[in-house]
């Protein structure tokens, strides 16, 4: 399929020239050039590869409260620890959502005129690509979907990585209240949890590259299939309305990846070549591909998912197959998509294929759709609040000897909900359907009649409060996501989730690092053959 993408702030940056660089050397075309990335410091600008220059859009350049230059000598915050709000040492908008809102509400008529730049008509679904936890991907990111949404009737998605818990709480904290701002308002969102792709042993931001690299794949791997010759012989060739058919339901999704080399033996190629030219009965080749896929499926199942979840949580569930043509044989399909159906217990199962003639490894990427037992989300969601009650435990006190102004990140609605004993969890999600019913932020209905993107954010932090205060107390964490879901799960927080993937599941880990280990060099390898095809 065809898609636009639009960096917000420095992990967006950095993503999207990460996936043209991967689209170039795969050879495949699926953004057609519709590219752009806004920022509100140029840094991170200094560092792409790809990403045209015309494309870079640098906005709060002339707001007095974002700092466009700070001294290279400076020896500001370089731990993961640090603060993202130290206005002195940080550029841009240093870690402040409501400020990065401000700017790009302020500069909607220069994003405006930087989206003439990509053409919707050339695409089927845009993704606007930012860091969760940033005040540039979260404040921007947020004026600029509800505008994308606003102005487009393609799908927009969003796609970006969750702070690590190394991070600063400020992060934290911002991450959460851009789940709950994106999900509402996004066609899907897709997380990337950073902590479990990073290694522990360094600094998350050591590893960006290695970690933007895993995402590049699986979403050429996702989104670019169904954009190779048409004319080369497929099983089941993927639709891009399967790919948009499997988002549609909303809420949060996670990607899984695993590659398998293929037989490439004189005997097991002249044995193929029989088959294609009927000359040979089909039966054992058959047999033997359709236990090599699902072996692969399986492996895909168990790989480190750009957003660990228990996968029977999900929706739907799709997965591409991709690799040379003789590999895949219907059976193999067959067996593969009837092996998702019992794992993930759902019988929404789309699949497809993708031929790649010269590949040499068959690849399986799956897509599961609307996950909502997600306990990574859940603890972002815990150290929110904690680090909010700890916040405005500290405004009190100070508020009792001096008046203090400015805006805590949450309203005071919030507060008062967050440190009420029987609120948990001041971060709730709804999926879109309920988002709307409630009247509450984003969807279609949250896009206001003059366009003026700006108010959303100011309505979305308010709307926050205003759910926190009043539902928090009664609702689960884990109802976060699309009512359907929650119906079929109606997890409680308290309930322990069997999180088949998490990192932090010890059974797990065994399998997993090993399979993560090999997937992940199977998938590096994978794509250096596509390029190479
Ligand atoms: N995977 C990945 N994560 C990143 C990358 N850069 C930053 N992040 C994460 O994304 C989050 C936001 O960081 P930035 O993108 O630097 O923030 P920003 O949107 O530019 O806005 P500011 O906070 O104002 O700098 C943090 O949690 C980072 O850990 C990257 O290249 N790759």
Not at 13 to 30: C, H, M, P, S
Not at 41 to 63: K, S, V
Not at 108 to 120: F, T, Y
Not at 373 to 398: G, K, M
């Amino acid at each position: 399929m065809k898609l636009s993408l639009f960096g917000v702030g420095d992990a967006g940056t950095r993503l999207v020239d990460k996936l043209l660089q991967a689209e170039l050397e795969a050879g495949r075309n699926f953004t057609d050039g519709n590219v752009l990335a806004f920022n509100t410091a140029a840094e991170a600008f200094g560092e792409t590869d790809t990403l045209p220059e015309e494309r870079q859009i640098l906005i709060g350049d002339t707001h007095s409260a974002v700092n466009q230059y700070v001294e290279p000598d400076d020896d500001g915050p370089d731990t993961d620890a640090a603060s993202a709000t130290d206005r002195d040492h940080s550029p841009g908008v240093a870690g402040d959502p409501e400020l990065g809102a401000e700017v790009a509400d302020d500069e909607l008529p220069e994003i405006r005129r930087a989206l003439d730049l990509v053409d919707d008509t050339e695409v089927d679904a845009a993704m606007v690509v930012a860091g969760f936890g940033g005040g540039t991907g979260c404040g921007v990111g947020s004026v600029l979907l509800e505008e994308l949404k606003s102005i487009y009737e393609i799908p927009v998605y969003v796609l970006g990585p969750l702070p690590a818990a190394s991070e600063s709480d400020e992060r934290a904290l911002t991450a959460a209240r851009a789940v709950r701002t994106f999900v509402p308002l996004a066609d899907a969102v897709l997380p990337i949890d950073n902590d479990s792709w990073a290694r522990s042993s360094q600094p998350v931001a050591e590893e960006y590259d290695e970690i933007n690299e895993m995402v590049a794949t699986r979403i050429l791997s996702l989104f670019a299939a169904g954009e190779s010759d048409p004319a080369t012989v497929s099983e089941m060739r993927i639709d891009p309305a399967d790919v948009m058919r499997t988002l549609d339901v909303g809420g949060l999704s996670s990607i899984g990846h695993a590659s398998i080399e293929v037989d490439t033996d004189d005997e097991g190629l002249l044995a193929r070549l029989m088959q294609l030219l009927g000359l040979a009965e089909e039966t054992p080749d058959t047999q033997t591909d359709a236990a090599t896929i699902k072996r692969l499926v399986r492996s895909a199942l168990s790989s480190k998912l750009t957003l660990p979840c228990d996968i029977e949580s999900t929706d739907r569930v799709l997965v591409i197959l991709s690799g040379p043509p003789s590999e895949i044989s219907r059976k193999g399909f067959e067996t593969g998509r009837y092996l998702l159906e019992e794992e993930t217990g759902t019988v929404e199962v789309l699949a497809g294929d993708e031929p790649l003639p010269n590949a040499s490894e068959i690849t399986a990427t799956v897509l599961f759709s609307n996950v909502t037992d997600v306990p990574r989300i859940d603890e972002l969601q815990e150290r929110a609040v904690a680090y909010q009650r700890e916040q405005d435990a500290e405004t009190a006190v100070i508020d009792t000897t001096t008046s203090i102004d400015g805006a805590t990140m949450i309203a005071a609605d919030d507060s008062a909900a967050a440190t009420d004993g029987d609120s948990e969890q001041p971060f709730e999600f709804h999926g879109p359907e309920e988002q709307r019913e409630n009247g509450d932020g984003g969807g279609d209905d949250a896009v206001t009649a003059d366009g003026d993107a700006g108010e959303m954010t100011d309505g979305d932090a308010s709307e926050m409060a205003d759910d926190d205060a009043s539902e928090m107390a009664d609702d689960d964490a884990s109802e976060m996501a699309d009512d359907d879901a929650n119906e079929g799960t109606d997890g409680d927080a308290a309930d322990a989730p069997t999180d088949t993937n998490s990192t932090d599941t010890p059974a797990d880990t065994d399998t997993t690092v090993e399979d993560d280990e090999t997937n992940t060099a199977a998938a590096t390898s994978s794509d250096e053959h596509e390029s190479s095809s």
